[in-house]
């Protein structure tokens, strides 16, 4: 199969689990497919759908690009393991969800670096995708291999998967870079010529420049094999960008992790937690302005149909003008029922008044993070919070009615004691108790424990790791301490802490060992279902490596695996911090407080940007969609939809259906009516829940509006602009009063595996006077007759013609059981067979 083919993907969609997640088609997705004259990128997240289309960095990233005529910026996910034995059973390679081509047909492969437990996934990329593993394998018809994110301050692990390796922000290099690459296709020049361009630009690392060098298991220098190119220094965006290009966001059908409209409202943290490698690698701060956020959120909003706004920063309580921003925000959304989170709160930031704002959707959770115990153990992390601090804040939101509130702690963080641990159970303790004594449904506190992982490029990246039987006996410990009642306690797995930990602090012989750990079956290690600590340490020793030695303590003269790569945070300051940390000294915030001397900013072009005083906005203008919750009822005007669902649509499952016509009855701005309670949603019925991978002709759901349509017709084409084009509203009438008790489905099927003696096997069926199949369902056996739910049953023109009826309350089927059942197809058979749903016809009436 040619790179460039468009793939048949229906012979393998109907045999995975969430299909949706691999046909592509998300609202204000590029769809513009690649092109000879352009420069091609395909943007790869190395984990499930579900995860990165949650990653802002990469939709950034994609929207800058497609913004400019001369480049194409399509997406790729990691397939689940399922997909993947699909792809190589039937030859497929892996291929972009814009363009259905093989990721090899592009120019770039830029492949972000989120999290240390995805790099087995990386191989999973490149060897679907037939691309060498290796830099040096490749040539210069094989896409150039790109590089960034979290990771990308260490990526010696697999720095060697990669031709070039972007450090920091990426807004502006990506297209400084594409600039480049797109001269470099259009001149043809070779792939080293490329790659000494790239090395010259700031914040571009070029592995193969560099070639680290060792004495038995110690790392004792890393040489430059280019003149000037000692030291790359991560690239710094000196302020955040207006970001208009995110006022139409990606909007998924398939639920993702953080299913919501992400605005950044400030970028990096200055509060100084010594274990926090964001905190040092992600600074200055810079903080949009509030017009800025309001137009984003505004827009953001109208253009997806969301139901949830996240102001998003490692620190968002910190946001200078945070709680007049809460109260614009909500005057302008609540009638909407939009909700505001903030997931990143810190103790002392939340405030009544913050607290106040946010419940008045619904109180979506929050998370506090104290990481230690005790106050001594608080000011070794340069916390910066109390007992007191965190008891009144628990206070404060039990006094307003949340009953849940989330603490999350670390274990084994540098200088840690048994009366640390221990103290861990009793501020939790102490914090539940603030819910006082009185009536009502009682609170829960939950707790989340992480086992600490020296990162690079903090004041803790040259201490020790704990052992991975010491970090599993303190979380026992900790499960044995915390009170059943009221409290609950999940934890990260240590053993994946623990190889989180070799890839954090590691080097680029552990290159080798993923790609063996990869041959022995690892994938998705991120995911407890498929992770294996023994698959790694059995690919360990045959490799010669010993995984413990990344965890042991460093000296101050050792030489690290990332001291080439600078994160703009001098290794002096580093040191000075880990010195404070033993002496339990406190370094001050320099946003509020004096430079602190950390070597980043030189305060002409980098420099921290914090608004002190709220701007003045104008009044925001709420589009109410009911009357305010206070006033009499408004009568209700209820319409039915009628609508088909064919090509790609039929993967869809019915909960993913249901949330794209949620958003898009918002996005068109019906004035819907919503359900009262804790968590209000539009009050929209469906149809019976068609089976993922069957066409519809036949679809529909009932609207309930506050006041009635002006123009059926209107409506229609309204949202017939704002829906897929491969779902089609087709009539819109005023609902039925009464409930349909009974109903016949017409369906027509069509399939290469019917038996050739179809046409018998259905006259012995209709023979019969029963035809009893027998189910297991819910730990107890059920015996069904189809014959007396399968009304009719013949074939025209080589397709199957199938009725079906259906009774509320009553055990019903559906057409792939009619295939398997009756006319015998196997079950794979019966998923890839092609079914269209063509009429319903409904009565009140159950006889």
């Keep these: 199969m040619h790179s460039s083919d468009i793939l048949d993907l229906d ?144 990526p010696e692990p697999v720095a060697d998967f990669f031709d070039a390796i972007v450090l920091g922000d990426g807004e502006e290099i990506i297209l400084e870079l594409a600039g480049i690459l797109l001269l470099a296709k259009q001149e043809q020049w070779d792939r080293s010529a490329v790659l000494n361009r790239l090395s010259g630009v700031t914040g571009v690392y070029v592995p193969s420049f560099f070639a680290p060098r060792y004495q038995g298991d110690r790392l004792v220098d890393i040489q430059s094999r280019k003149n000037e190119y000692g030291v790359v220094r991560k690239r710094v965006l000196s302020q955040l960008q207006t970001a208009s290009y995110l006022q139409h966001p990606l909007v998924p059908v398939v639920k993702p992790v953080h299913d919501r409209l992400g605005v950044e409202i400030a970028r990096g943290c200055t509060r100084g937690c010594r274990f926090c490698q964001a905190g040092m690698t992600y600074r200055p701060v810079r903080e949009r302005t509030l017009e800025e956020i309001m137009e984003l959120a505004e827009q953001g909003i109208a253009h997806s149909g969301f139901e949830e706004l996240a102001l998003l920063s490692l620190s968002t309580g910190d946001f200078s003008c945070l709680g007049e921003l809460m109260g614009v925000l909500m005057d302008r959304f609540a009638n909407e029922r939009v909700a505001v989170s903030m997931p990143s709160m810190r103790v002392g930031t939340l405030t009544p008044e913050i607290m106040e704002q946010i419940k008045r959707v619904r109180k979506t959770g929050f998370t506090i993070a104290p990481e230690a115990g005790t106050e001594r153990l608080r000011q070794v992390i340069n916390k910066g919070i109390t007992e007191e601090d965190l008891l009144t804040t628990c206070c404060d939101a039990f006094a307003l009615g949340w009953k849940l509130i989330k603490l999350y702690f670390m274990v084994g963080l540098p200088t840690e004691t048994e009366e640390d641990l221990e103290g861990i159970v009793h501020l939790a303790k102490k914090a539940r108790a603030q819910a006082g004594s009185g009536k009502g449904r009682p609170v829960q506190m939950n707790l989340g424990v992480g086992t600490f992982v020296p990162k690079p490029h903090t004041p803790f990246q040259w201490e020790e790791q704990i052992s991975l039987e010491e970090s599993q006996r303190r979380i026992n410990r900790l499960k044995e301490m915390v009170p059943r009642h009221g409290f609950k306690i999940k934890w990260h797995d240590p053993e994946q802490s623990f190889l989180e930990g070799v890839f954090a602090r590691g080097d680029r012989r552990l290159s080798t060992l993923i790609e063996r750990a990869w041959l022995d079956g690892a994938r998705l290690d991120s995911w407890s279902e498929h992770f294996d600590l023994e ?215 069509h399939s290469d595996a019917f038996p050739e003696d179809l046409s018998d096997r259905i006259e012995d069926f209709l023979n019969c006077t029963t035809f009893s199949v027998e189910r297991f369902r819910k730990n107890r056996r059920q015996k069904v007759d189809l014959r007396s739910l399968v009304t009719g049953l013949s074939v025209h023109n080589g397709f199957l013609q199938l009725e079906i009826s259906g009774e509320q309350g009553k055990p019903g089927t559906n057409p792939r059981e009619v295939l398997m059942k009756i006319l015998n197809l196997d079950e794979q058979s019966a998923l890839l067979a092609r079914i269209m749903k063509t009429s319903v016809s409904e009565s009140t009436s159950s006889s």
């Excluded at 291929?95 to 990721?103: G, H, I, N, P, T």
């Excluded at 209700?636 to 898009?664: A, D, I, K």
């Excluded at 068609?690 to 059926?712: K, R, W």
Aim: hydrophobic share 40%; with cysteine; glycine share 6%.
């Design 535 to 749: 698959r790694w340490r059995k690919a360990a020793a045959a490799c010669g490596l010993q995984l413990e030695s990344y965890l042991r303590r460093r000296e101050l003269t050792d030489i690290l695996p990332w001291d080439h790569l600078h994160s703009g945070v001098d290794r002096l300051f580093l040191e000075k911090e880990l010195a404070r940390a033993l002496q339990q000294q406190y370094t001050p915030d320099c946003r509020n407080n004096a430079c602190q001397g950390c070597g980043l900013c030189d305060f002409k072009t980098v420099r921290p940007i914090v608004h002190e005083r709220l701007v003045s906005l104008p009044q925001a203008e709420a589009r109410t969609t009911e009357k305010q919750p206070n006033r009499p009822p408004v009568k209700g005007y209820v319409y039915r939809v009628h609508y088909s669902r064919l090509g790609q649509s039929r993967y869809y499952g019915h909960l993913e259906l249901l949330q794209l016509v949620f958003r898009t009855l918002q996005r068109a701005g019906l004035p819907l009516k919503f359900s009262s309670g804790f968590n209000p949603t539009p009050r929209v019925s469906f149809s019976q829940a068609l089976p993922v991978g069957v066409e519809s002709q036949a679809e529909y759901f009932d609207m309930e509006l506050s006041q009635p349509l002006t123009s059926i017709d209107a409506t229609a084409a309204l949202l017939n602009r704002q829906l897929p084009e491969t779902i089609r509203v087709v009539s819109i009438a005023v609902a039925p009063r009464t409930v349909a008790m009974r109903s016949v489905t017409s369906y027509v099927v």
């Design 11 to 154: 012979t393998i969609l109907p045999l995975v689990h969430k299909p949706g997640q691999y046909i592509g088609g998300e609202l204000h997705a590029t769809c513009r497919d690649i092109d000879a004259g352009c420069l091609n990128f395909c943007l790869i997240f190395p984990d499930l759908y579900e995860i990165g289309m949650s990653h802002q960095g990469l939709q950034i990233l994609y929207h800058i690009l497609n913004a400019h005529d001369q480049y194409r910026a399509h997406r790729a996910y990691v397939p689940d393991v399922d997909m993947e034995e699909q792809l190589r059973i039937h030859g497929m390679p892996l291929f972009a969800l814009e363009s259905k081509r093989s990721l090899a047909a592009y120019d770039v492969l830029g492949i972000t670096l989120p999290h240390e437990l995805c790099y087995s996934n990386i191989l999973t990329v490149l060897a679907l995708a037939g691309i060498p593993w290796r830099s040096e394998a490749r040539n210069d018809t094989h896409p150039l291999i790109l590089g960034g994110g979290a990771c990308a301050l260490n």
